[in-house]
């Protein structure tokens, strides 16, 4: 039973990490997520070449990453005590076990992640090897995730006279307008860290948003600093995704021509679909209320489901939701399909999504049909929602015949001409409703994106149960 150390790392298990370490990971064991974000800020030939050899050194082949910051473990080994290896490197034998963190690869021997909070480090004074007692027991898979990295190819242009500072953009040019500033990436220190939300909180901004780093691991700094001498309104919400999450409030020092006497200050979850659904949840409505919104909460529609579908916490399920002749109750009504597979990493989930379906807590199966809340997170006017009986009657009976023909082909159905008229009566007024729906819709989202963003209040989250 030996600690495994990166010196002793066999070489050839060595360079095959590397391909990865170089590619995506830095030694400690976290995904580059700088590696993403700086693609945007490309510009000139030797730019161009300095991504290209990145991205060259990254071969499609498959990672298993890790879904919680933990220890790994060879889960046959079951609870007990461990000696600790590695930040994700190396290769790890039976009873011993390595430190990682969400996003990090697995290292090669384990085959399970056991969360942090289900151990404990046992503090024997002995430096050169920590140790650590499991206290649960696991099995193959848990809190591993495998994932296949396709080598990017990547071209950023960016053109036009009109382009201002990348760093701070104005939304919605107009009379009213919602300024973001935008400070670029800042590493994982937590020195750095202080010095950049304590210059942001003097220059007396109205919130702040963070994403990542508000976990469990060892360099989660984000949470800490955010919870340190601020009023804490939450740190986690019983919800998924996005259960890490938390919210302060910073008093400020009053300064002459300041007009904000407090910040609020939202700690997103770093994986990019929590990072989303909470942002549309909890700062979308904070910047309409602030705005002087009457009513500045999400627009919820009710949708029947149109597969069975299964939850452990409460959770926001991405959906795509339509409008239906037949909603499946015999009624019109939307209809709502998962996006599949909601991994809280698999931004696919989100982006084809339009709503968020609200459903409770229970491991029980909510059967198809059922009807949910969905809250809309896009604009209606510009996806395909609308789904009638008239647009398929129109399409099938008109579709490259003349109206005489079209009209045989009707009655060839057996339909009388005055039957199929009030078809269409019912259809028009279905297609009337949905319009209506859809200009609400419609002036939502415009005035989402006319926020003026002066924040003050906060209590539109009595809804959530906070942990
Ligand atoms: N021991 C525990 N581990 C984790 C818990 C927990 O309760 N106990 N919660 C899990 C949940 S749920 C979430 S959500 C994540 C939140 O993690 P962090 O906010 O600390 O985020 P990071 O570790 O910094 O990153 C997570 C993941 O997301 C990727 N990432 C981060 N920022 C970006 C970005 N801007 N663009 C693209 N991808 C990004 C990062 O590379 C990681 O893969 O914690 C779980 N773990
Ligand atoms: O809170 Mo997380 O990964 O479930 O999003």
């Known amino acids: ?3 495994t150390n990166a010196n002793e790392v066999d070489e050839e298990n060595r360079r095959r990490h590397q391909r990865w370490t170089r590619a995506h990971v830095p030694a400690r064991g976290t995904v580059d997520r700088s590696f993403r974000w700086r693609v945007g800020l490309i510009r000139g030939d030797s730019d161009c070449r300095k991504l290209r050899n990145t991205m060259i050194s990254a071969e499609e082949a498959p990672l298993q990453t890790v879904l919680r910051d933990g220890y790994a473990v060879v ?13 994700g490197v190396g290769v790890i034998v039976t009873r011993t076990v390595a430190y990682v963190t969400t996003g990090g690869p697995i290292p090669d021997g384990v085959d399970a992640v056991v969360q942090v909070e289900d151990t404990e480090e ?3 004074g ?5 140790r650590v007692r499991i206290l649960a027991r696991t099995s193959k898979g848990v809190d591993i995730r495998s994932v296949v990295y396709r080598t990017p190819t990547i071209v950023v242009l960016s053109t036009g006279d009109e382009l201002v500072h990348p760093t701070v953009q104005c939304l919605n040019r107009g009379q009213q307008q919602c300024k973001v500033i935008d400070l670029g990436i800042a590493r994982d220190d937590e020195e750095e860290l202080e010095k950049i939300l304590d210059n942001a909180f003097s220059a007396g901004i109205d919130i702040l948003i963070t994403s990542g780093g508000v976990s469990m691991g060892d360099k989660d700094f984000v949470k800490p600093l955010l919870e340190e001498r601020r009023t804490v309104h939450f740190s986690k919400v ?10 302060s409030e910073i008093s400020l020092k009053p300064v002459e021509n300041m007009m904000v006497n407090k910040t609020l200050a939202f700690g997103l979850p770093g994986n990019p679909v929590s990072c989303l659904v909470c942002f549309h949840l909890f700062i979308v409505p904070t910047i309409c209320h602030l705005s002087g919104w009457e009513n500045p909460h999400l627009l919820r529609v009710q949708a029947r489901l149109f597969q069975p579908l299964k939850t452990v916490r409460p959770e926001f399920h991405r959906a795509i939701i339509r409008w239906k002749s037949n909603d499946g109750s015999g009624n019109p009504g939307f209809v709502a399909e998962s996006t599949s597979h909601q991994m809280s990493g698999r931004l696919l989930s989100m982006k084809s999504a339009n709503a968020l379906l609200e459903l409770p807590a229970g491991g029980s199966l909510i059967s198809a049909g059922t ?31 003349t109206t005489k023909e079209a009209i045989e082909n009707i009655l060839s159905k057996g339909t009388t001409l005055k039957e199929y008229m009030k078809g269409v009566e019912n259809d028009l007024c279905q297609v009337e409703d949905y319009i209506k729906e859809s200009d609400n819709l419609v002036s939502l989202h415009d005035q989402i994106r006319n926020g003026d963003a002066t924040v003050t209040r906060w209590r539109l989250f009595g809804g959530f149960q906070v942990c």
């Open 1 to 3: 039973m030996c600690c």
């Open 75 to 87: 889960a046959s080994d079951g609870s007990g005590e461990s000696r600790a290896g590695n930040d």
């Open 122 to 124: 046992i503090k024997d």
């Open 126 to 130: 002995n430096v050169n090897f920590r």
């Open 238 to 247: 019983c919800m998924k995704p996005g259960k890490p999450l938390p919210f």
């Open 371 to 401: 009807s949910v809340s969905a809250i809309t997170i896009s604009d209606f006017s510009s996806t395909g929602v609308i789904e009638t009986g008239l647009g398929s009657v129109l399409a099938s009976t008109m579709k490259g015949s």
